[in-house]
């Protein structure tokens, strides 16, 4: 007799339950959703193979550990069968982190070398201009990406001519097409391609398998390799990709490129607005203040040319007055000054200081002479009586007197005769010259 749906189901589940039931498994988590109940929906892969998960809220609620896309996880739970699918499940009771997935492993490990390399450093970033003309949307031709970017231009910034370069997103090639779209855009003299003023690289959210186009080694370097500035819009706030670190503007989304990178025409319309007010204020006082001067002049009693300039030449002659004075009394100052110094430069009173000056050099001479005198004197005594002191101390004249220094090979004075030996070889010196003796 057949089974209906539900009976074969149930067959199933228990099947499953009661052959497999409670396991651990370790694989890598690939797409990861947390439902507005509090359960986190995942899938768990390995090479082959991948099998979805569930982990309820009340146990989600106590773990430790974050789930997201790309980590290598352990998980307790037990296999079951959903029966609202018909579809192999298996629910989590506990996660351990194990490590990371492969492809996390990758990233981890271009990331690394590529920001060793310089290509995530600050200084080589350039700056989106503060009033784009034109920009080119690197991205797919369909879907709603285009279309939310494309209003979000309209509304604030209608002005803008945009270009849309449509490329494959995701699968295996999609980052030479992308790479492909940068070098043609950076260099429209020689690509035909129109000249923008940047480029914005979108691409909604997604799994890392997705999204793993755009950590890619080809478009990391591409984008480096751009002349125009890049942004890059991939995913929603929360992914991170290798094109991110190297654009010179990462978005969280790619609304949000629109919104960092053009002037909102509302708030351009609003700020021109106040400036024009501003200025018709400031041009309305200017005109209100020249028109009061004006009828000031115009009001005021206006003389003959002779009778303005008259104060002005009474006030001429009185500094003309005041200068002459000044001038001769500073004349008479010098005179005065001129003849004090020619009193003291006269015949007499020079010839008087050089007398007095020769005589005081004279008196100096003759103290000095007087002075070297005695103190050479001095002198002389001196040396004599420490030549004749050095002339008692020395072992010359003892030798001349009939003494000797008798010495032994070495050239050591001998002054002990137990030290000596028969037959030890000796010098000796006298008055005049030398002797050999042997001790006997």
């Known amino acids: 007799m057949p089974l209906s749906v539900t009976e074969l189901v149930c067959r199933l589940k228990q099947t499953v339950e009661v052959h497999v039931g409670e396991q651990c498994v370790v694989g890598e988590i690939g797409s990861c959703k947390a439902a507005s109940s509090g359960h986190i929906y995942f899938t768990l892969k390995d090479a ?11 146990r989600a609620r106590s773990m430790q550990v974050r789930l997201r896309e790309g980590m290598l996880v352990e998980l307790r739970g037990k296999a079951t069968v959903w029966e609202g699918r018909g ?32 290509l995530f450093d600050s200084a080589r970033k350039r700056r989106i201009p503060r009033f784009p003309q034109s920009v080119a949307l690197v991205t797919s031709a369909t879907g709603a990406v285009i279309q939310d970017m494309r209003h979000r231009l309209e509304q604030r910034a209608p ?27 950076g260099h429209p003299d020689r690509s035909g391609m129109p000249a923008v003023d940047y480029i914005i690289i ?28 890049i942004v890059s819009a991939v995913g929603h706030e929360t992914d991170f990709t290798i094109a991110d670190f190297v654009a010179d503007l990462r978005a969280p989304t790619p609304t949000a490129a629109i919104e960092l990178t053009t002037p909102d025409a509302g708030e351009l319309r609003t700020w021109l607005g106040a400036t024009a007010r501003h200025l018709r204020q400031q041009l309305t006082r200017s005109l209100q203040m020249a028109r009061l001067r004006l009828k000031v002049v115009q009001q005021s ?3 003959t040319p002779c009778e303005l300039i008259a104060p002005y030449q009474q006030r001429l002659d009185s500094l003309t007055e005041e200068l002459h004075s000044a001038l001769h009394n500073r004349l008479q100052q010098e005179r005065n000054r001129l003849s004090l110094c020619a009193a003291r430069l006269s ?11 020769a ?62 030996h028969s037959g030890d070889a000796l010098s000796i010196q006298l008055a005049k010259g030398k002797i050999q003796a042997t001790v006997r």
Not at 172 to 183: M, N, P, S, V
Not at 347 to 357: E, G, K
Not at 364 to 373: D, E, F, G, S, Y
Not at 383 to 389: I, Q
Request: glycine residues 6%; charged residues 20%; proline residues 3%.
């Open 48 to 58: 082959t193979c991948q099998l979805q998960c569930a982990l309820y809220a009340f």
């Open 347 to 357: 015949v007499p009173s020079v010839l008087s200081h050089i007398h007095h000056a």
């Open 159 to 185: 002005w803008m001519r945009t270009y849309l370069y449509p490329v494959q997103v995701q699968g295996k090639g999609a980052e030479l097409g992308i790479a492909r779209a940068l070098e043609q855009l």
């Open 359 to 420: 005589d005081q050099l004279s008196r100096q001479k003759q103290l000095l002479l007087t002075t070297l005198h005695n103190r050479m004197s001095r002198n002389h005594a001196r040396l004599e009586t420490l030549a004749a002191r050095l002339a008692a101390a020395s072992p010359q004249n003892a030798l001349d007197r009939g003494f000797a220094l008798v010495s032994t090979p070495d050239g050591r004075l001998a002054r002990d005769a137990a030290a000596l």
């Open 202 to 229: 979108a691409r909604g959210g997604g799994s890392l398998e997705d999204l793993w186009c755009f950590n890619e080694e080809v478009l990391a370097r591409a984008i480096a390799a751009c002349p125009l500035p």
């Open 87 to 118: 579809a192999l499940q298996f629910i989590v009771d506990s996660v351990r982190e194990a490590g990371l997935g492969s492809l996390q492993q990758q990233f981890e490990a271009l990331k690394a070398r590529l920001a060793a390399e310089g």
């Open 301 to 303: 009693r206006l003389g």
